[in-house]
Each structure stands twice: as C-alpha cells, then as structure tokens.
Nanobody
Framework: QVQLVESGGGLVQAGGSLRLSCAAS????????MGWYRQAPGKQRELIAD???????NYADSVKGRFTISRDNAKNTVYLQMNSLKPEDTAVYYCKVVVPIRAVTMDYWGKGILVTVSS
C-alpha cells in the first residue's frame, strides 16, 4: 500500500505564494507520474499539473506561468510552487501518484489540503 501526506496549504493573500509538498511512502518500487489536482467549491476535480518520472511536465492553462511542479525521486516527493495566487485558486488540492504494481498501475491519492486565497 502507498500513503501520501500533503503539506504546505493554508491561507494566503492574493498575489502571494505557497508551496505544497506531497511525500509518498509504503510499498514503492518506483513512481510513474506524480500530479496535483484541485477541487474548488461547486466544481469538478481538475488536473492542474503533473510530472513524469523523466521530468516531463504538464500544466492546466489556468495555472500555466504561475505554478511549477517538481519532484525529488530520492525522497518520493512532489512539490507544487504556487505564485501569483488568485482567489479563484481557492480549492482543496490533492496529490496523486501512479505506481506500477505487478501487471498494472495503481493510482493513489492524498486526503487533500486546503488552499485559501483571500482578496
């Protein structure tokens, strides 16, 4: 089993910055893609950024140029640096990792961490 622990959320003012961390532990031989999702009030959960094991990154248009995803494979940790935060970034942010297990890959999710951006 894989467990994910997210940290770094909280309350920030518009224009401010925050860095989220997600550390994976458990039965991990390797991790494929690591990503961050968010769910704002009244909206569907959406992918905001992900990163492959080779470092290839992908961003949602809404955060491109403001957020940066990175990973530390030695620590099994993924980060999300969030700059120029806007009130519409307010959401619960979820970490996801994709782990190969036997013949398949499995998705593991963190419990979510709240980011609130005030105006």
């Amino acid at each position: 089993q894989v467990q994910l622990v997210e940290s770094g959320g909280g309350l920030v003012q518009a224009g401010g910055s925050l860095r989220l961390s997600c550390a994976a532990s458990g039965s991990i031989f390797s991790i494929n893609t690591m990503g961050w999702y968010r769910q704002a009030p009244g909206k569907q959960r959406e992918l905001i950024a992900d990163i492959t094991s080779s470092g290839r990154v992908n961003y949602a248009d809404s955060v491109k140029g403001r957020f940066t995803i990175s990973r530390d494979n030695a620590k099994n940790t993924v980060y999300l640096q969030m700059n120029s935060l806007k009130p519409e970034d307010t959401a619960v942010y979820y970490c996801k990792v994709v782990v190969p297990i036997r013949a398949v890959t499995m998705d593991y999710w963190g419990k979510g961490i709240l980011v609130t951006v005030s105006s």
